[in-house]
C-alpha cells in the first residue's frame, strides 16, 4: 500500500516512509492511495475477534509489505498491552446508549489507542531503518502526556514537552512531570500556551536546528493515528450488532482536530455498516457550521468545560476534503488558498449534499454539557467526562446510537463536580500522582532560551 499527499507534491511512500515523514513535506496529509474493502463474511468474522486480532486484520492491507507480519503483530500486542480493561475498549450500556470506553490506557484519554501505537513504531522502525529523532511539542493538556508515554523509556527517541507553567491542571502537569524516563523532558515555560506553541513553531521553523536535531512532530496529523483509531469503530459495531451485516449502527464522536471522527469516516468507506457519524462539537462549532451550511469559516476560539474540543481549524479535516472532491489535489489546493486569502471555504450543493449524507453534526454549549452529566448521572449513576457528554447530548434522537467516550471522567473533576456535587473516582493511573516525585525544566517563553535548553539536554544524554 503507498500512500501520496492532499496536495499532490509527494511521491507515493510506503506505510514507513509515511509514518516517518508525519505531515506530507508538501504540506499536505498523507492517504492511502486505495481503501481496502471488506465483505459482509469478513465483517462477521471479525466480530468475534478480540481487539488486538481485529487490530491486526485493520491495519494489515493498510501496512502492507512494509513491516513483517509476525512483527506488526508484536507491536500491536505491546502497544495494547498497557491498558488496563481486558478488552482495550469495552463497550457498556447506559440508559439505551452505547458508550464506548476508549479512556482505559496509561493517561486515561483516548489519545493513548493511537499513541501507544505511534511509540511502538517509531522505535521499531527507527532501530530497522537507522536515525534518531527528537519529538518537540506544546500542550495545553491531553496530547503532551499521551505522547510522553508513548514514547517514554523508547530507544532513538527524545521528547520535549512544552506547557505553559500554572496553566494546565494540576493531574495534567502531575501525569507529565512525574514520569522521570531519561528520554523524558518537560518544559514549564513562563507564559502562556499560546507562546509555548510560538516556540515550538519557531524551532522548526528554523530549518538549520530542525534538521541538525532531527525534530519530530506529535500531532493528530500521522496517520498511523488514524489507522489506529479505524479499529474501534469496528470493535463497537461487532459487540453490539452481534456480526450482523444488516445493522447499521450510527456513531457519535467528540470532536476537535477532526482525526477521531474521520477514522470513523475510513471505517464507513471500507464497508462497516455505519448509519450516521454525528460530528460533536462544543462551542468552536466550526464544523458543525460546515455539516449545515457548506461554509468553513474560521472564528475566534472560545475556552470552554471540554478544553480538548477548544478547536477552530481542524488539522485533519483537509483529508476530507480530499475524499469530498474526488481524490483530486488540486481542488484541495485551490480550496485551501481560497481559505488562506479570505479565511473561509464552501463546498457547491451537490458536494453539500454528499456532507449532509456522511455527517451530521451539533453543537453543544456548556450548560447543556453540564445538564447531560447531571442527567446521565441521575439516570444511571455512570459519570460522563464532559467531552464525552457533548457526544451523549449531540446523540439525543438517534437512539442506540455508540458514543464515543474519549476521557475517563476523574481528568475533568472540576467540571463533573459542578455537573453533579461530587467527583469521579481516579482510575489507578491517576491515583498518588500528586505525591510522586517529579522532574521539569522552568524556562522564559523565549527561542533562544528553549533552544540552548535542547542543545545542552542532548549533548548530556549522548
Ligand atoms: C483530542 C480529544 C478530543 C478530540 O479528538 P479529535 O481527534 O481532535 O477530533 C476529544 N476528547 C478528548 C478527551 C480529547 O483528548
Redesign the pocket.
Known sequence: MNYVSTRGGVAPVDFALAVRMGLGTDGGLLVPTTIPEVDAATLRAWSRLPFADLAMEVMTPFVGDAIPRDHLAGLIRRSYAGFSHPEVTPVVEVAGAHILELFHGPTA???DVALQLLGNLFEYLLQRDGGHINIVGATSG??GSAAIAGVRGKARIEIFILHPQGRVSPIQERQMTTVLDANVHNVAVRGTFDDAQGIVKALFNDLAFKREYHLAAVN?INWARILAQTVYYFYAWGRVSGGDPERRLSFSV????????FAGYLAKRMGLPVARLIIATNRNDILARFVHSGVYAASDVHPTL?P??D?QIASNFERYLYYLHGQDPAAVRSLLEGMQRTGRLSVDEALHQIVRADFDAEAVDDAATLAQIRETFEATGYILDP?TAVGVRAATGHPGCICLA??HPAKFNEAVTAAIGRAALPPPSLQGLMDKPTRCALLDAQVGAVKEHIRTTLAART
Open positions: 484519554a483516548f489519545k491531553d496530547t493528530s467528540p470532536t476537535g482536530n477532526f482525526g477521531d471522527v471540554s480538548a474540543m478547536i467531552h474519549t476521557a
